[in-house]
């Protein structure tokens, strides 16, 4: 009775957050365009870009919850889904330049020419059309998902083995992306961007459409990543992770409901990136660093894994923190991040929203008792049982 | 009359010639000298040559003179000499004994006038006379310098110095230098078929080039000769460079064994997932940054000594470190693997930025001993001392965690623990202090590994955090819980990768190996060598 009860209320604060995130999307580009600048409610542009990265952010954090918070499978290579979606989109922004760039090459980005390349790539060809790019942010993410889960989970790498093999999958990638000859701009990645779809980038109406976009994005898979978590197959996917080989031996193909949830969180990491990168304005092969995956774990950890706001909550928090302190002082915002590594794991294991959401459940329970005048015996647990 | 003239002539002549024949040498080399001030500049090879021939230790002296034009012709008698100090009047040294031939104006001198041929060819003569130096030293110098720059004149003055030669070493090269001189010279076909069968037993990069320079020019029964001998020394080079790859893959495996065996108990033995173990090997390192700073700045005498005072500490200190890291938060987390993984992660940020705090993020300089610098050639293979030194610390640091592990009671307690808590615990061992001592174990060997690693890496804040995923790596392919495994791991990975860089590249190399250890775990989830049995479920 409680546990629908609380499935009622979940269903109940994914319905208000979609709606905050919707209420954003109008709200942030309106105060941003049609209040003048010395309007005490004007958002400046900068803060419209932050904040859309800090929703980019979140819907990393969103993408590894559902494989970590709902499946148990830790990837410490999120930042390589992300990092793909986004050259697929810094690829198509570069294409946009044209002859506009340094060289003034119509067909060749200025690093190409710098490198005396003649011809353009074959992987490049096709990212100057928008759907094909738009493609490619979902599909290249993906199939790298697919086809490293297929060999990972079909030979039973689990647990700590397949956080290490996924760290040293972004790690090659780093590698690969830092030289030159792969053709994706090297060191230096991608940057300069002039225009995407027609506007210019940099003007305050695009700015304030991406925020909108990401507000939307992020509201799409939240409802989406719902509806996987509390259908049947998300019923299999809590179980996969609560009692793997229990699962197994109940007659589930565990490898495949892992295999699912691992390329459709590849494949939100990688629109995540592509919202990322346009409103970054960059995108090199810094964004493939080992230490980026895991700090998307600590987001999703701060807000509470296994909560499907809580990554949400978590990125923004962590993120925001990261922006003052890093202004105000610099020096610390490591000993801040490692401490908030350390307490958040020993003290607060269920995160902000977890522990809130535990909270409010028991007072609830607590009235419910009262109001019955019964003893509680009925102790159904949380719903996210522990490891 | 003339009888009594005649005999008293021949007596004379007799006397004189007696007396002639114990001067003769000197006598010779004087007027050999003499001739170098009439001779013409196109005519000074031959008098340089003529001098060298004699093979006399005193040309020597001569030969630099002229060379660094203080050689001088008196304008009297036109004797030449040696002159010493250059003001307004010269001193004269007498060319053949040595002797001070007194002070003369400039204007009565005239000097022996070289120019850049005559230059060379004083160096080529002087190589050749240092061929019969009384220094071994020397002599090999010169052996050496005559094998490098053949020329055909060499070949003489090594023939004979060759015949006089004792040392092996010296006649070896000197063999070598000889039969390279002898293809370029103009002698037999014989005598060159010898000299291409002694070369083709050689591996110099000399005897290749002249080798391939001969063939253009080589008659038709010669050809095949220098062909096979060119086969011979390229397949024997290759067999060298591939040597070389060996040994720097077991120069770059002992790197990783040294980073990946303080892991191997951590992760390992214990199943503690340390990302911190990185930041333990930097300290390693800043430890022994400390102590060189110490020593510089106090008992410089100690300096070859630094590492050997650097290994305790850095043991005890990053010992220190991993233990209060076990007792303040990995000890709340046992059982939950992931969450160490993090808590642990954020503790090497501290770490990090702690260090770069206090020693700023700058690279620090960390000197190599005298005994650790330097390198030695072995056959084809250019071995330097310091990794040299570092292969031996990595066996070594090995073999004592083997022994310590499974000879000693506190390695049966530590795998009693690890092997099954429950009944250690039983049997009256300490179970929360053997893990806190194995950890702290673990880092203190990563630190020992972090003081070697300091003479081969830049000792920065990000020290630690280069290690760390080859660490790992090191270990999840060797297999969890098996040092041995860790030791094969790191070697195999090692020469892979520097047998894959040649063809591949540094980083595209270091990518393949890579990706094959992501192939090999999904065929081998356990690693090379598995544990069996029960505990691989636990």
Known sequence: ?387 | MYRILQTLLVALSLVISAYVVGVRAADDLGALVDQLGAAKLSEMDDRISALARTGDAKVVPVLEALGEGELYQRKSDSKVFLVKSTGADLQLVDPVTGADAGTVPKAAMQKVKVNNAVRRAVRSALGGLTLFSEDTGARLKAAQSMLQTPTAEALAPIETALAAEKDATVRQVLDEARAVTLLISQRGDDEKRAAIALLSQTNGRTGLAVLTSALAGADASLKPDIEAAIDQIEQRQALWSAGQNVWYGLSLGSVLLLAAIGLAITFGVMGIINMAHGEMVMLGAYTTFLVQEVIRSSYPELFDWSLAIALPLAFLATGAVGLAIERGVIRFLYGRPLETLLATWGSSLILQQAVRSIFGPTNREVGNPSWMSGAFELGGLTITWNRLWIIVFALAVFAALLFLLKRTSMGLRMRAVTQNRRMASSMGIRTPWVDALTFALGSGIAGMAGVALSQIDNVSPNLGQGYIIDSFMVVVFGGVGNLWGTLVGAFSLGILNKFLEPYAGAVLGKILVLVLIILFIQKKPRGLFALKGRAVEA
């Not at chain 1, 499935?7 to 208000?16: E, F, N």
């Not at chain 1, 490898?255 to 939100?268: C, G, P, Q, R």
């Not at chain 1, 490591?334 to 929203?353: C, H, Q």
């Open chain 1, 1 to 387: 009775m409680i546990t629908s009860f609380l499935m009622k209320s979940m269903d109940r604060s994914i319905v208000v957050v979609v709606a905050i995130l919707l209420g954003l999307a109008v709200l942030v580009p309106a105060l941003n365009l049609l209040t003048p600048p010395d309007h005490p409610l004007h958002v400046p542009t900068y803060l419209v870009s932050l904040f859309g990265k800090y929703l980019t952010y979140a819907l990393l954090a969103l993408a590894l919850d559902l494989v970590w918070g709902f499946c148990g499978i830790l990837s410490l290579g999120h930042a390589a889904f992300f990092a793909l979606g986004g050259y697929a989109m810094g690829m198509y922004l570069m294409r946009q330049i044209g002859a506009r760039g340094s060289y003034g090459n119509p067909l060749l980005p200025d690093f190409m020419v710098f490198l005396n390349w003649k011809e353009l790539p074959w992987f490049w060809h096709g990212f100057d059309m928008f759907w094909f790019a738009a493609l490619m942010v979902v599909l290249v993410p993906g199939l790298l998902a697919f086809v490293f889960g297929w060999f990972a989970f079909r030979s039973r790498v689990n647990g700590v083995y397949l956080s290490i093999i996924t760290q040293a999958m972004t790690y090659a990638l780093l590698l690969a992306f830092f030289r030159n000859d792969m053709g994706f701009g090297g060191n230096n990645g991608l940057t300069d961007f002039k225009d995407i779809l027609g506007f210019n980038i940099q003007a305050d109406g695009t700015r304030a459409t991406l925020f909108a976009a990401s507000a939307l994005m992020l509201a799409l898979c939240l409802i989406l990543t719902a509806a996987i978590v509390r259908s049947k197959y998300g019923k299999v996917l809590i179980a996969v992770r609560d009692a793997e080989s229990r699962t197994r031996f109940l007659g589930y193909r565990v490898e495949h409901i892992k295999l699912f949830a691992f390329t459709v969180s590849a494949m939100m990491a990688g629109i995540a990136g592509a919202l990322y990168v346009p409103q970054v304005g960059i995108i090199n092969p810094g964004e493939f660093e080992p230490g980026n995956s895991i700090e998307v774990v600590i987001w999703t950890a701060v807000g509470g894994r296994g909560t499907l706001i809580g990554p949400i909550v978590g990125a923004i928090l962590v993120n925001g923190g990261k922006s003052i302190f890093t202004a105000a002082f610099p020096e610390f915002w490591l000993f801040a991040l490692g401490g908030l590594f350390v307490l958040v794991t020993l003290f607060l294991p269920k995160g902000v929203v977890g522990t809130a959401g535990a909270y409010l459940a028991r007072r609830r329970q607590e009235r419910q008792a009262r109001a019955a005048e019964t003893p509680a015996t009925d102790l159904a647990g949380e719903p996210m049982a522990a490891e």
